[in-house]
């Protein structure tokens, strides 16, 4: 198609109208840019057409010419030939005719020096037209034309080894082969390599085969694991078809079946055989190989514990090792009868703990050797072996003739520590059954006793005669009986069941005055709990105890308040001045513990929670510390900053009882294990000294109270051990304890021997308690 008829096609098309409706208002300005281009393009085809008006009637055959031939109408022969004998040229402006279809139309006669063809014959004896070849140089337009590719196709190149070409071109011309040069060249060219260089040979040409940047840049692709083609994403984005479209309609209208709502139990196992894979850690989170590398470098650590190691001189003294004795009859395979164990002592075996057990195996027996399994504690006697020898030197040492009574601690004689009880001097009888409790009041002349009889007695100390006695109840026992410590009364405080008494015994040494200021001291309280009413408790709440009178009967007796708390009381101690007291009932729970104040008629449960059972408590005889033993433990609580101060641990099993050095920084701890502990309440909180001298459960423990040097315990062997115990003045010095009597003279009955015992407050006497039903002065 001519340059003419373009133009009229795009005259054509710029001359159809534009809609005003395509044009939208909101892109006025923003296609400026393409109308001014569209515009200079416009005006030139208007010059052009105005240049082609004036030409007029010159070009119109032309025209018409040039339309038959741009029509899609297909000419005849006659008429093609007619057409195709006549063509314009625009570059040359002259016409050419063409004789001969197919072939070049004639030009105008030139020399024949410009001539670049030649005519030949064919095989069918028509003229033909050969051009010459174009021999391309540096300034040629075809500098970049490939050589002539062989055409032999499929033929092995070995075929023309004998021929000096190789092949034929596409004009069937053969293609020689190229000159191979010497082996200086082949050196050259090895050794100044150039770009693109493979080594290889063309088989077609024959010539070295070189890449171009291109193809090298292909390979290396290759070679890197990369795709061949760089303009190829290997990772386009993920076109999500069904997600992407919506659908109208469902596939299938059916209900859910029941499995989809139902976890299943194959999904179940699977995930459980995972999770215990990963907790026995079979299964092992992901880390990257630089962390597992350096997690195994830093397990597998070593250290040469021999690199400081310097030799030895040989040590004349040194013994080798001891042999391991030889195997016994028991150790063989197939021992005799005789020293295969029986059940009885198989068993007896297995229940012993392993460091009691005099062998570390027993005798097996089997058919054969064969059948005789691995031995499972090899490695453990091994292991202990090296361990003996290791922690076990052996050196040669003299040995010293020392006697070993020397080695023993130089303590005086008893006889230079006395006064100290010795002998029985009053044997108290009067209770039916056991005597649980026994009290020396505070001027040193009478003794109270209470037991399973229910009665509370009292006597004269020196007599043991029977001045005063009361029956508080037929059916449960006094467990325990304490005086008040101030002199200025006469009261006796005893406890049967739940229930708390306070009375005034009568005596000879009570005078109407001490009776009446007695009688002062318990009856003031009644002013702050009136009617029976707990001073102090919570609305709604039952008290902790219930302060009334006794009764007539009781009252006529002396006996003048009764105190009831929640559960039984086995234990009662009074403060040192003698206006509170604590009560403990170790099957209280919450309230087992109380402290009473006698001048308010006031209970106190001064804790909520304790750790333990309570067995006992006691007031420091000094400061405002209050000691409360559990079965384990003995804590120490400040009662005006009501904090825990120290936490007292003697190591016992099960505490029965303890009392507290009147210096206050000594204790005495009794156990049912039968133990006896002296602890120093400075040095440390466990004890200083274990003393074991019954055969039988400690049951109680008391210093004396009078300025000596003294403290006794009294056990279920039937027995009380006197000590000699000084404190120094001197902290850095330590006690001097020396056992310095037994005494023997109760009976055991059931198993129980010395139920209570008590100090005198000035003399080096003491009283005790038996279960044989009889109370003991000892001086």
């Known amino acids: 198609m001519g340059p003419k008829a373009a133009e009229k096609k795009r005259k054509v098309q710029d001359a159809e109208p534009e809609s005003d409706d395509e044009i939208a208002p909101d892109f006025?300005?923003?296609?400026?840019?393409?109308?001014?281009?569209?515009?200079?393009?416009?005006?030139?085809?208007?010059?052009?057409?105005?240049?082609?008006?004036?030409?007029?009637?010159?070009?119109?055959?032309?025209?018409?010419?040039?339309g038959s031939l741009l029509s899609d109408d297909i000419p005849s022969d006659?008429?093609?030939?007619?057409?195709?004998?006549?063509?314009?040229?625009?570059?040359?402006?002259?016409?050419?005719?063409?004789?001969?279809?197919?072939?070049?139309?004639?030009?105008?006669?030139?020399?024949?020096?410009?001539?670049?063809?030649?005519?030949?014959?064919d095989a069918n004896g028509n003229e033909r037209y050969?051009?010459?070849?174009?021999?391309?140089?540096?300034?040629?337009?075809?500098?970049?034309?490939?050589?002539?590719p062989n055409t032999i196709g499929n033929i092995p190149m070995s075929f023309y080894d004998s021929y000096p070409h190789i092949g034929y071109d596409i004009n069937g011309k053969k293609i020689m082969r190229p000159a191979t040069g010497d082996a200086l060249d082949a050196l050259l060219d090895s050794i100044e390599v150039p770009k693109g260089w493979t080594g290889l040979t063309d088989i077609h040409t024959g010539n070295p085969l070189n890449l171009n940047d291109d193809e090298l840049e292909l390979v290396r692709r290759v070679q890197m694991g990369m795709i061949p083609n760089e303009l190829e994403n290997p990772y386009p984005e993920t076109v999500e078809y069904f997600t992407g479209i919506e659908e109208k309609m469902p596939l299938s209208a059916a209900p859910e079946p029941k499995r989809r709502f139902l976890p299943s139990k194959n999904e179940a196992k699977k995930i459980m055989k995972l999770v215990r894979a990963i907790r026995e850690g079979r299964i092992l989170p992901y880390k990257p190989p630089e962390e597992r590398e350096k997690e195994e470098e830093e397990e597998e650590q070593y250290f040469d514990i021999w690199q400081d190691e310097v030799p030895q001189e040989v040590n004349p003294l040194h013994i080798p090792a001891p042999k391991l004795p030889p195997p016994g009859f028991d150790m063989s395979y197939n021992p005799p009868a005789e020293y295969l164990p029986t059940k009885e002592e198989r068993e007896e075996w297995e229940k012993l703990d392993p460091e009691e057990r005099e062998k570390e195996y027993l005798p097996q027996k089997y058919d054969s050797l064969r059948k005789v399994p691995g031995y499972g504690e090899i490695v453990k006697e091994r292991f202990e072996r090296c361990m003996d020898l290791y922690l076990a030197p052996r050196v040669r040492k003299n040995r010293l003739n020392i006697d070993p009574n020397s080695l023993l601690p130089k303590l005086p004689s008893p006889s230079e520590l006395k006064p100290f009880p010795t002998v029985a001097q009053t044997v108290f009888r009067g209770h039916d059954g056991r005597v649980r409790s026994v009290a020396i009041d505070p001027t040193g002349v009478a003794v109270a006793s209470g037991?399973?009889?229910?009665?509370?007695?009292?006597?004269?100390?020196?007599?043991?005669?029977?001045?005063?006695?009361?029956?508080?109840?037929?059916?449960?026992?006094?467990?325990?009986?304490?005086?008040?410590?101030?002199k200025d009364s006469f009261i006796l405080s005893a406890a049967v069941g739940e229930d708390v008494y306070l009375m005034i015994p009568t005596h000879a040494s009570v005078t109407p005055a001490l009776d009446q200021a007695s009688r002062d001291i318990l009856s003031v309280g009644f002013g702050y709990a009136t009617n029976g009413q707990q001073h102090g408790a919570a609305p709604g709440k039952e008290p902790p105890a219930k302060w009334a009178r006794p009764g007539a009967k009781l009252e006529d007796e002396g006996v003048l308040i009764r105190i009831t708390v929640r559960s039984t009381v086995k234990v009662i101690n009074w403060h040192r001045k003698g206006d509170h007291f604590a009560t403990v009932s170790p099957s209280g729970q919450r309230s087992s513990v109380a402290i009473h104040t006698l001048s308010k008629h006031l209970t106190q449960i001064p804790f909520r929670k304790l750790s333990g059972l309570a067995q006992t408590a006691s007031f420091h005889p000094l400061r405002p510390l209050f000691f409360v033993a559990t079965q384990r433990t003995i804590r120490c609580y400040d009662l005006q900053k009501l904090e825990l101060v120290k936490v007292v641990q003697p190591g016992a099993k099960w505490i029965s009882s303890f009392d507290i050095h009147?210096?206050?920084d000594n204790l005495i701890v009794g156990s049912y294990d039968k133990r006896l502990l002296w602890?120093?309440?400075?040095?440390?909180?466990?004890?200083?000294?274990?003393?074991?001298?019954?055969?039988?459960?400690?049951?109680?423990?008391?210093?004396h109270r009078g300025?000596?040097?003294?403290?006794?315990?009294?056990?279920?062997?039937?027995?009380?051990?006197?000590?000699?115990?000084?404190?120094?003045?001197?902290?850095?010095?330590?006690?001097?304890?020396?056992?310095?009597?037994?005494?023997?003279?109760?009976?055991?009955?059931?198993?129980?021997?010395?139920?209570?015992?008590?100090?005198?407050?000035?003399?080096?006497?003491?009283?005790?308690?038996?279960?044989?039903?009889?109370?003991?002065?000892?001086?």
């Open 28 to 66: 006025d300005g923003a296609l400026s840019q393409s109308e001014d281009e569209f515009d200079s393009d416009f005006d030139d085809n208007e010059h052009e057409q105005d240049g082609e008006q004036e030409s007029g009637s010159e070009t119109s055959d032309d025209e018409d010419e040039e």
């Open 78 to 121: 006659a008429e093609g030939d007619k057409a195709m004998g006549k063509l314009v040229l625009e570059d040359e402006e002259e016409e050419l005719e063409i004789e001969i279809p197919g072939v070049d139309p004639k030009r105008p006669e030139k020399d024949d020096g410009d001539k670049n063809y030649r005519i030949e014959k």
């Open 130 to 148: 050969v051009y010459d070849e174009i021999d391309p140089v540096y300034d040629s337009d075809d500098s970049d034309a490939q050589e002539a």
């Open 451 to 486: 037991g399973d009889d229910g009665t509370v007695r009292v006597w004269e100390l020196l007599t043991g005669r029977q001045v005063w006695s009361v029956k508080l109840s037929s059916e449960e026992a006094v467990n325990t009986v304490r005086w008040r410590p101030a």
């Open 662 to 664: 009147p210096g206050g």
């Open 679 to 703: 602890h120093d309440l400075d040095l440390s909180i466990r004890p200083y000294k274990t003393m074991r001298f019954h055969s039988e459960a400690v049951r109680q423990v008391k210093y």
């Open 707 to 779: 300025g000596l040097p003294l403290f006794a315990d009294a056990s279920d062997d039937g027995t009380l051990q006197i000590f000699h115990g000084k404190v120094p003045n001197d902290q850095l010095e330590n006690p001097t304890i020396v056992p310095v009597k037994v005494l023997k003279g109760h009976k055991v009955v059931n198993k129980l021997g010395v139920l209570d015992m008590d100090w005198h407050p000035r003399e080096p006497w003491c009283v005790s308690a038996g279960a044989d039903g009889t109370i003991r002065l000892w001086m």
